[in-house]
Every structure is written in C-alpha cells, then in structure tokens.
C-alpha cells in the first residue's frame, strides 16, 4: 500500500447515529445539510441499537494509482487530495475506491481530514470519531 495515513475512524460502542458527523460534513465541503452529500457515511440500526457500518476515506491511494489524468495525488501527511484544474471527471476514482467513500456531486469528492482538523471529530458529542 505504501504510505500510511491518517483517518477517520469510528467507535461503534459510543456511535448513536446522531447523524451529526455527517451533517457538519456536508455543511463544510457544501455549505449545505444534506447527508446525502456528506463524506462520511454511517449506517446506523436504531430499531436495535447499533452500528452496522461506516463509510470514509481510509487515504488508501487506490484513486491516485487510477487517475490518468494524475488529478489525485498525496499530499502533507500522506493525505489524498484533489487537483481539480487536472480533473476530468472520469470517475475512474469512484470506480476503484474499495469503501465507497467518493461522493460526485458534479465532480468527485473525498474526505481530505478538512485540512488537517477534521470537523466530524470536532462535533461527535459522544466521541466515537477520532483520527487513526
């Protein structure tokens, strides 16, 4: 895999399904609250009580290996970033992404830790986000 970054994680025992991560997410790369547009993604049972799954970036760089036109790339930390001058739109990223987790709206888009301070961390209440 080669370089190992940072991300997201999640502890399922304190996850409630809030839903706020992906609000605040949606909010900051969108100005907009629409999970549907989030990047990160929860699944959570509330008839019984759980977590059955968790969708984000885990900075893996499948994408960046995919990209023809080198649009996606590593950048501080080992974070994959964006270069939309270079983009095409291809979708090529989207296809190879093993979690899912690049969301087209117009464009693609990934979770990049919002530079480094990662606002679904921030605002998890309950603490089950954390970077890894």
Do not use: W
Request: aromatic content about 10%; glycine content about 10%; some cysteine.
């Amino acid at each position: 895999m080669g370089i190992q970054s940072k991300y997201v994680s999640v502890n399922p025992k304190l996850c409630t399904g809030c839903s706020v991560c992906e609000l605040i997410c949606s909010f900051t790369k969108f100005r907009r609250f629409n999970p549907k547009e989030s990047l990160i993604k929860i699944n959570y049972n509330y008839e019984l009580g759980y977590l059955e799954g968790f969708r984000v970036c885990t900075q893996c760089g499948l994408c960046v290996n995919s990209c023809p036109t080198g649009a996606m790339y590593r950048g501080d930390g080992g974070i994959v970033l964006i270069d939309y001058s270079r983009c095409s739109s291809c979708l090529s990223c989207v296809n190879v992404c093993p979690n899912s987790a690049i969301v087209v709206s117009g464009k693609p888009y990934k979770c990049d830790l919002c530079s480094g301070n990662p606002q679904c961390v921030r605002y998890c209440v309950r603490g089950a986000l954390n970077v890894s």
